[in-house]
C-alpha cells in the first residue's frame, strides 16, 4: 500500500515538471527574440515609409496707412494750483471740441499723464520763492479718417494757441489682419505652385496635405513717431499739415507637407 502512494506521487511530480517544462517553452518561442516569425513579420511592416513632398512658401502684401495718431499735451501755469489745473483742463476741452469736428470721437482720446509741479523763483542769498504752479495734461488722439488728419493737427493748434504742444505723429494701418490674411494666402500659393511643379518634373502627383506651419510672420511696421517743431506748430494753425501715408509691407512663409498620390 505505501509503495503503490510512493509511486503515485512521483508520478504526480513527474507530470507536473513535464508540464511546466512545455509551458516555459511555448512562453520562450512566443516572447519573440529577434529571429521569430512573428518579429520578422512586424520588421516587414515597420519598413513601409509614406511618400511625401515638403515646400516651403512666401508670400507678401502691401497695406496703406488710413489712420493717423498723435500726442496731445496742454501746459498752464498760474499763481493758483487750483486756477492752473482749470485752465489746463478748460484748454484741453477747447482743443478736443476742436478735433472732435474732424471725426474723433471720446472713445479715440486717451488721457495719458497729467503732472502739477511748483515754479520756483531763486535769488542770490535767500531761499527760492514758490511764484506759482505749473499743470500739464497729456492726451492721445486717434484720427480715424487719415485725409482729416492734417487739419485735426491744425485744429488742435488753433483752439490751444501757445499752452498746447503736439508730438508722436504716427500713421497707423486700421485693419493689419487682413493684410496678413492676403499675405498667408499668397504663401500657400506660391508653396502648392513649388509642389505641383516638382511633383509634375518626377512624374508623380500630388496628394492630400499632411501638415501646414506658418514658420515666420513680418509684421507691418511701425511708422516711426514724427515730433512737431515749434515752428510747424503754428503754421499749423493756419493751415492742415500736409501728410504723407506711403505704403507698409507685410510678409508671411509657410511649409507644406503633402502625400505623393
Do not use: C
Not at 65 to 94: I, K, N, Q
Not at 244 to 258: C, F, L, N, Q, S
Amino acid at each position: 500500500m505505501n509503495a503503490n502512494v510512493t509511486v503515485s506521487v512521483r508520478s504526480i511530480l513527474l507530470a507536473t515538471l513535464v508540464a511546466l517544462a512545455l509551458v516555459v517553452a511555448y512562453l520562450l518561442g512566443s516572447g519573440g527574440g529577434p529571429g521569430t516569425p512573428a518579429r520578422a513579420a512586424d520588421d516587414q511592416g515597420d519598413t513601409t515609409a509614406r511618400r511625401v513632398l515638403t515646400m516651403t512658401g512666401t508670400g507678401d502684401a502691401s497695406a496703406v496707412p488710413d489712420e493717423l495718431s498723435f500726442g496731445l499735451g496742454v501746459t498752464v501755469t498760474r499763481t493758483d494750483l487750483g486756477d492752473a489745473l482749470d485752465a489746463a483742463s478748460a484748454t484741453m476741452g477747447r482743443v478736443l471740441v476742436a478735433v472732435a469736428k474732424y471725426g474723433v470721437a471720446k472713445s479715440d482720446v486717451q488721457t495719458t499723464g497729467l503732472s502739477m509741479t511748483p515754479v520756483y523763483d531763486y535769488h542770490p542769498y535767500d531761499p527760492p520763492t514758490i511764484r506759482g504752479y505749473r499743470v500739464t495734461q497729456r492726451a492721445s488722439v486717434l484720427v480715424k479718417d487719415l485725409k482729416a488728419g492734417g487739419r485735426a493737427v491744425a485744429a488742435a493748434v488753433a483752439a490751444g494757441g501757445n499752452d498746447v504742444r503736439v508730438s508722436n505723429l504716427r500713421l497707423l494701418v486700421g485693419d493689419p489682419d487682413a493684410a496678413t490674411a492676403r499675405a498667408r494666402d499668397a504663401a500657400v500659393a506660391e508653396a502648392r505652385a513649388k509642389a505641383e511643379q516638382y511633383a509634375d518634373a518626377s512624374g508623380q502627383a500630388l496628394g492630400d496635405v499632411l501638415t501646414l506651419r506658418e514658420v515666420h510672420v513680418k509684421p507691418l511696421p511701425t511708422t516711426p513717431a514724427v515730433h512737431l517743431a515749434r515752428g510747424m506748430m503754428y503754421d499749423a494753425a493756419l493751415k492742415g499739415v500736409p501728410i504723407r501715408a506711403g505704403k507698409e509691407r507685410t510678409a508671411v512663409t509657410v511649409r507644406m507637407v503633402w502625400e505623393l498620390a
